[in-house]
């Protein structure tokens, strides 16, 4: 159950660090997301990204930034970290192409406590 | 943007007992509709999803309706089991012309008592 894999599993920091995490999917898609799971267990899109475009959410701090080096990675980097960014990010990803929706497999989330 | 609406924020029903978690959404531009279950400290798997085309989808226990008139779509689980407590998500997406994410409901947290 390793298709969509996520490091590291738990991250404990500072307050003002920046820190990485790190998404590989091994299915072949063209889509990745990150969301991000608060303490309230609310699953929220952060960003969508394939080769040809990113999407990101109007409400994501510009902290936030995405970064992919091929189609089957695409990493989170963190600037500053606030303790507001305390919460559970998940990485995502679909296949591209159809026009009534595509499934999307999540990896298994990434446990960020900011102290 | 799209807005997806659940109910109820928890449900606890007696094992066997059916269940039944409603969502509603705004956009009527949405045309996929999952529905996720997440176990506490795992990750959403899907369980059932359903596109525009159709009004209904069941695989064995579990079910879902879509009613895109009214804007809502059900799951339903039927004779439910110890193991189908956990939290479950719907989620509402409009492919449109890019890449776009999931808008997910705040949750059911599911509860069947033996």
């Known amino acids: 159950d390793t298709a969509v894999s996520q490091t590291p599993k738990y991250l404990v920091t500072q307050m003002g660090n920046d820190k990485s995490i790190k998404c590989e999917q091994n299915?072949?898609?063209?889509?990745m997301y990150w969301y991000k799971q608060d303490s309230k267990k609310f699953l929220k899109i952060m960003f969508s990204?394939?080769?040809?475009?990113?999407?990101i959410n109007e409400t994501v701090p510009n902290r936030f930034s995405p970064k992919s080096p091929d189609k089957a990675h695409l990493n989170l980097h963190i600037n500053s970290l606030e303790l507001g960014d305390s919460a559970v990010y998940f990485c995502?990803?679909?296949?591209?192409?159809?026009?009534?929706?595509?499934?999307?497999?999540f990896g298994p989330g990434t446990r960020l406590l900011v102290l | 943007g799209e807005n997806v609406e659940q109910h109820p924020s928890t449900l606890s029903v007696q094992e066997g007992d059916s269940a039944v978690i409603k969502c509603t959404y705004s956009?009527?531009?949405?045309?996929?509709f999952p529905w996720y279950k997440q176990e506490l400290g795992k990750r959403p798997q899907l369980i059932i999803d359903?596109?525009?085309?159709?009004g209904e989808k069941k695989d064995q226990r579990i079910a879902v309706t879509l009613n895109k008139t009214a804007k809502h779509f059900s799951l339903h689980i039927t004779e439910t089991q110890p193991e189908d407590s956990a939290v479950y998500f719907c989620?509402?997406?409009?492919?449109?012309?890019?890449?776009?994410?999931?808008?997910f409901g705040k949750g059911t947290h599911l509860i069947i008592q033996p």
């Open positions: 359903i596109r525009s085309n159709v």
């Open positions: 990204y394939n080769n040809k475009e990113l999407i």
């Open positions: 989620a509402a997406s409009n492919r449109g012309g890019g890449a776009d994410g999931l808008t």
């Open positions: 299915l072949g898609h063209d889509t």
């Open positions: 956009d009527s531009a949405s045309n996929y």
């Open positions: 995502a990803s679909s296949p591209q192409g159809g026009a009534l929706g595509e499934t999307q497999y």
